[in-house]
Nanobody, 127 residues
Framework: QVQLVESGGGLVQAGGSLRLSCAAS????????MGWFRQAPGKEREFVAA????????HFANPVKGRFTISRDNAKNTVYLQMNNLKPADTAVYYC????????????????????WGQGTQVTVSS
């Protein structure tokens, strides 16, 4: 069992930055691939970024490539999403998720690939 708690969301102006954190409980955090998703009002949850269990592989959705980075610290049971040059279109609730069976980038992009989810943190980007 893994419990995930996101933090770091807030209100920021366009062009600004935020760093989201996701703290995980449980001794097996390092065995999970981790992902970030987001959901805007009236829209489906969409993939943002993912990182392999050891941090060696990352994958990003096209809209955030070059602006967002994902990293993890297995000693602290935490995964991070650094968001730079934020745009109003990035406004959403951001969720972190843990998946134990993810091998390919295609799998990492799928909501159904993840076993555990956090409660989400709101990110609002004003124009």
């Amino acid at each position: 069992q893994v419990q995930l708690v996101e933090s770091g969301g807030g209100l920021v102006q366009a062009g600004g930055s935020l760093r989201l954190s996701c703290a995980a409980s449980g001794r097996t955090f390092s065995s999970y691939a981790m992902g970030w998703f987001r959901q805007a009002p009236g829209k489906e949850r969409e993939f943002v970024a993912a990182i392999s269990w050891n941090g060696n592989y990352t994958h990003f959705a096209n809209p955030v490539k070059g602006r967002f980075t994902i990293s993890r610290d297995n000693a602290k049971n935490t995964v991070y999403l650094q968001m730079n040059n934020l745009k109003p279109a990035d406004t959403a609730v951001y969720y972190c998720a843990a998946g134990g069976r993810i091998v390919t980038p295609a799998q990492a992009m799928g909501v159904e690939s993840y076993d555990y989810w956090g409660q989400g943190t709101q990110v609002t980007v004003s124009s």
